[in-house]
């Protein structure tokens, strides 16, 4: 038993901010003092924001506010130096943005036909471990896996067999499939 009663497990909130949206996924910016928050306004738009960690309070740098609502998100699919973000949205999309400049997403794709649960990227912030990749995990009972580089069809498609009960897929990762020749 350790002493001074630390031993269970402790959360401490350094900082908190309120916001007027719903959060559905929040992801550190990698290699920065920045993180994302993705979620959903109550009209049904999609709430992106950045902020950094201030030594008293969280300070919003950058925020927009997207025609549709969004999910989930990673970065798991870009490079360092771009560090581009990709989202899943409630009506189906997937989209890669350029947080310095998202007006426009840098890709786009009608993903699904129902919301996009889960999303994780694999290949792009490691040195020679393969092509970027995202999959996608949706409602509409479908696993897909996307090459951004290719244009609108997904590289690999995972669905129940016809005839069979769609089930919602809530979770979707990638492993280490990096084998070195």
């Not at 970027?132 to 580089?149: L, Q």
Request: hydrophobic share 40%.
């Amino acid at each position: 038993m350790m002493a001074g009663g630390l031993a269970n497990p402790q959360i401490i909130a350094h900082l908190e901010k309120s916001l007027d949206y719903t959060i559905f996924d929040v992801k550190w910016i990698p290699c920065s003092a920045r993180f994302v928050v993705v979620g959903s306004h109550a009209r049904g738009t999609g709430a992106l924001q950045v902020f950094e960690m201030g030594q008293k309070e969280l300070v919003l740098s950058k925020k927009y506010e997207k025609k549709d609502a969004f999910k989930c998100c990673t970065f798991g699919a870009t490079s360092l130096q771009d560090r581009h973000l990709a989202t899943g949205a409630f009506k189906g999309r997937m989209e890669t943005w350029d947080l310095e400049r998202a007006d426009a997403p840098v890709y786009s794709v009608k993903a699904h036909n129902e919301i996009i649960n889960c999303i994780d990227g694999v290949g792009g912030l490691g040195i020679g471990v393969g092509a970027p990749e995202i999959v996608t995990g949706s409602r509409d009972g479908t696993v897909k896996v996307w090459d951004v580089r290719q244009e609108k069809d997904p590289v690999a498609l995972m669905q129940p067999k016809e005839g069979e009960t769609k089930r919602d897929c809530w979770a979707v990762a990638f492993g280490n499939a990096y084998t070195e020749s």
